[in-house]
């Protein structure tokens, strides 16, 4: 064995010894999986409104939440419906609650699914314009990893800051918005009404 020895900081040490404050992080989780999960049953009612999506299988897959510790160091929980995954195709709607940061929810499209979907979503910014009330707070993907949900501007950027032409020519398309956890009473409705917006944008548009 090393002799090196590892020592605690005051603050280390404290938290090593107090488990109250890991209880209560594995009860928040455990909460904000809850709400996932109230959140997954009206996202499954509310694609029943729009009949663009009726006869579509990759809404009949079933939603999928997951949690885990290290999405940059901190815990996380994420809601993935619909959730269509190749390697050539993707058509995900991501809902992220972010430990210490955010919850956000993400649009991904790739392959046939951005062919199809993106020339609405090139209508809806045209036709609303990048500096209106509805689609300013939209953040564009930028980064090269569709999977990676932090705002930092190398991987999101604001939608009004984009100068492309059209979304039909990147590689992939992610498009998000976020919400500060201080909002925690607000957050169930905000991922329901984005959710809705997100597929009115792609069917309506």
Known sequence: MSEAKVTLS???LELVNNADW???KNLIIQKVYDLFGQVAAT???DVARFTEFNASTTFSISPKISRGEQYQQ???VMLDFPRFFTEQDVFAIRSFFWWGNHC?????LKGAYLAKYGPSIDRYFSLLGK???ETKDWYI???TDPWQHHFDSSNYIPIANWNGDTVTQLPFLKLAKKIPLQEW???DQFFVVHFNRILSILSEY
């Open 43 to 45: 996202y499954q009612q």
């Open 185 to 187: 009473d607000d957050i």
């Open 22 to 24: 890991i209880l209560t």
């Open 104 to 108: 956000s929810i993400h649009l991904v």
């Open 74 to 76: 901190l815990p996380y």
């Open 141 to 143: 993907g930028v980064g």
């Open 131 to 133: 500096y209106a009330n």
């Open 10 to 12: 005051p603050k280390e």
